[in-house]
């Protein structure tokens, strides 16, 4: 089993950034693909950015060019820088992790707030 706990939601401004972090326990080697996806009120949880032990990393195209994701293999954590924010950003954004060799997320974390106020 592995544990993901994120930290770093809040509330800012447009145009404002944030850093969410997410740490994550437990069977660490046993994940490979290590991600942020993000739930609005009413809408599904859509892809926000995922990254690889590799450092490859996605992107959904709503935030491409504004969010960038990092990865400490040695730390088992990652980080999301997320600048020029807007309204639209305000979601639960939750850590995930995909078992080595799985395509969609094995584990999640319980999430954290993010709000950006116009």
């Known amino acids: 089993q592995v544990q993901l706990v994120e930290s770093g939601g809040g509330l800012v401004q447009a145009g404002g950034s944030l850093r969410l972090s997410c740490a994550a326990s437990?069977?660490?080697?046993?994940?490979?693909?290590m991600g942020w996806y993000r739930q609005a009120p009413g809408k599904q949880r859509e892809l926000v950015a995922t990254?690889?032990?590799?450092?490859?990393?996605d992107y959904g195209d709503t935030v491409k060019g504004r969010f960038t994701i990092s990865r400490d293999n040695a730390k088992a954590t990652i980080d999301l820088q997320m600048v020029s924010l807007k309204p639209e950003d305000t979601a639960v954004y939750y850590c995930s992790g995909n078992r080595i060799g799985h395509w969609v997320p094995t584990y999640w974390g319980h999430g954290t707030q993010v709000n950006v106020s116009s």
């Open positions: 437990g069977d660490i080697l046993s994940i490979n693909v």
């Open positions: 990254i690889a032990r590799s450092g490859n990393a």
